[in-house]
């Protein structure tokens, strides 16, 4: 830190030379990403509510009365009738709660110190995470041929260790959805924890129910599902950080608890301590705004964008991995390393992804991603094939 004061002007132009080189998603060209950019009306609620700490609710009444009323409004998206939960940083934060409380709950309940988590091998890498920092075991569950949770492997993984099972919907590399009904029903069977990783999908699958798609059944309808991550920062169009994790039971935010002596309240369950109210209020601004038939001429808008860049890559002769089940095309080159082209896509400034698993170029269709930006990459993928 220098010793005399800057003049403002010089700082905004030093700041707006470093945002010059940051990919801005106007440009339609980050196409690997799940975040968009945020609805101007919940930017201007953020800024409203910048200085509220939700890690002191007692200060912020009002503030805390919205993150309840946010909570009930997703809960109720996700058929449950009384929701518990937390507007948090992110799907990380989010699934390291869910795991947390499942780790807790069976420690106090079952007696079980050695715990073991089971996921898919398709999981996001905040369940790695969680495994390390709560001292559990991984044991990954195999996929079957459609890229899926193996139902058959999560029921032979199962043992008197297991204080949590973890099921997908909207994978992160092909946004599948994981035959969460079925493994609803192995998880009640074995009385253990179920966990379902809606972070992506959780904002789209119930407005695609609402226009008529068929789409598995994956939320709180099920009753073994304990807890749900949903992020309102992706297909919810709030502002990051804004992400939620939503509990069956207000017991799995008791098992985290821990005292909080000089706060306004006695405890505290959230990872974090200080929380930003504004991701709250800008959820809550944005849920209403919409409402659900905004939301639903939105997810169709981006299933459209899907079927068109899915059809125009196979009218080229490009091979795609699977029929997207929500907003995401994966696909390969029949003869081109999906590493190589994505190095040509991006020296053509298209920002795409690598999927693991299978290996293939992974393109994310958001709120930012117009039909136009969509012909002029297939003309680009026309011209390298």
Same mark, same amino acid.
């Given at each position: 830190m220098q010793d005399e004061p800057i003049d403002k002007e010089d700082i905004l132009k030093e700041l707006n030379d470093f945002h010059k080189l940051d990919y801005k998603y106007s440009e339609g060209r980050i196409l690997g990403s799940m975040c968009t950019e945020a609805h101007p009306f919940a930017k201007e609620v953020y800024c409203k509510f910048l200085d509220t700490n939700l890690g002191d609710p007692g200060l912020f009444k009002g503030t805390k009365h919205i993150e309840n009323e946010v909570i009930k409004s997703i809960g109720n998206l996700l058929s449950l009738e009384r929701a518990y939960g937390n507007i948090v940083t992110g799907g990380t934060e989010a699934n390291l709660m869910a795991i947390r409380a499942a780790r807790n709950h069976a420690r106090k309940y079952k007696g079980i110190k050695n715990g073991e988590i089971i996921i898919p091998s398709s999981a996001h890498f905040s369940f790695k995470k969680a495994a390390d920092m709560l001292n559990l075991k991984i044991v990954e569950a195999k996929l079957d041929e459609h890229y899926k949770i193996d139902v058959e492997s999560v029921r032979r993984a199962i043992s008197e260790n297991t204080v949590a099972i973890v099921a997908i919907a909207g994978t992160t590399e092909l946004g599948l959805i994981d035959p969460i009904e079925e493994i609803s029903k192995i998880a009640q069977e074995h009385n253990i924890y179920f966990h379902v990783d809606a972070a992506f999908g959780g904002f789209s699958i119930p407005f695609l129910k609402n226009l008529g798609y068929e789409v598995p059944v994956f939320d709180f309808s099920l009753d073994g599902v304990c807890?749900?991550?949903?992020d309102p920062h992706k297909m919810g169009l709030a502002p990051i950080p804004a992400g939620g994790i939503i509990f069956r039971k207000e017991e799995y935010l008791q098992v985290m608890a821990v005292d909080s002596p000089y706060l306004t309240v006695k405890t505290q369950s959230t990872i974090v301590g200080t929380r930003l109210g504004a991701s709250s209020a800008a959820t809550y601004a944005i849920m209403k705004y919409f409402g659900k038939n905004g939301y639903s001429k939105l997810v169709k808008s981006l299933m459209d964008n899907?079927?068109?860049?899915?059809?125009?890559? &196979?009218n080229i002769g490009y091979d795609v991995v699977c029929e997207p089940e929500l907003n995401i095309v994966a696909f390969n080159h029949p &003869?081109?390393?999906?590493? &190589?082209?994505?190095?040509?896509?991006? &020296?053509?400034?298209?920002?795409?992804?690598v999927a693991k698993c299978p290996i293939?170029?992974?393109i994310v269709l958001m709120n930012h991603i117009k039909k136009r930006h969509l012909e002029e990459l297939l003309e680009d993928l026309e011209k390298i094939y």
């Open positions: 807890s749900i991550t949903v899907t079927y068109f860049l899915k059809e125009g890559l &196979e &003869e081109i390393e999906a590493y &190589e082209l994505s190095k040509k896509l991006d &020296e053509l400034g298209w920002k795409v992804s293939a170029i992974r």
